[in-house]
């Protein structure tokens, strides 16, 4: 099984199942704090592949959905700076499975790790809908 770091929010309940979903599948999953990470531009790029610059943010951010800041209109310098100074407007969680790194949980090294898709159980916020919010910081 693989070595999994986990990049997350503490207190965010749809984290916590996507680890709990790990775990259940035999994985070690070591949790790190995405909020208090010394992230470096170069380190937190790799994360995100080839994916569109816009797929970077978590839309749930409170300044996305406030609209001061818009994902579409964002290039790949901008959007790391924008990261790098507020952590939560990262996609969550950060992923680095031996190697393999993604930004949120319905990527292929993910569900390869799953063995089966789980996205629409682990990936979907679980206070969508409900107008609630994740603890902050």
């Given amino acids: 099984m693989a070595t999994i770091i986990f990049y997350h929010k503490p207190g965010c309940a749809t984290n916590a199942r996507q680890m709990q979903a790990l775990k259940a599948a035999g994985h070690h999953?070591?949790?790190?704090?995405?909020?208090?990470?010394?992230?470096?531009?170069?380190?937190?790029?790799?994360?995100?592949?080839n994916t569109p610059v816009a797929?970077?943010?978590?839309?749930?951010?409170?300044?996305?959905?406030?609209g001061e800041i818009n994902p579409d209109t964002?290039?790949?310098?901008?959007?790391?700076?924008?990261?790098l100074s507020d952590p939560l407007l990262i996609r969550r969680p950060l992923i680095n499975a031996d190697g393999a790194r993604c930004a949120g949980f319905d990527h292929g090294p993910v569900l390869s790790l799953l063995g089966r898709s789980m996205q629409d159980d682990v990936e979907r916020c679980s206070?969508?809908?409900t107008g609630g919010h994740c603890p902050s910081g």
């Fill in 127 to 129: 206070r969508e809908g």
């Fill in 74 to 83: 964002s290039d790949a310098a901008s959007a790391l700076a924008l990261m």
């Fill in 29 to 49: 999953v070591i949790a790190k704090d995405i909020l208090k990470e010394p992230w470096r531009a170069e380190e937190l790029r790799r994360f995100f592949g």
């Fill in 55 to 66: 797929s970077w943010f978590n839309r749930a951010a409170r300044r996305i959905k406030s």
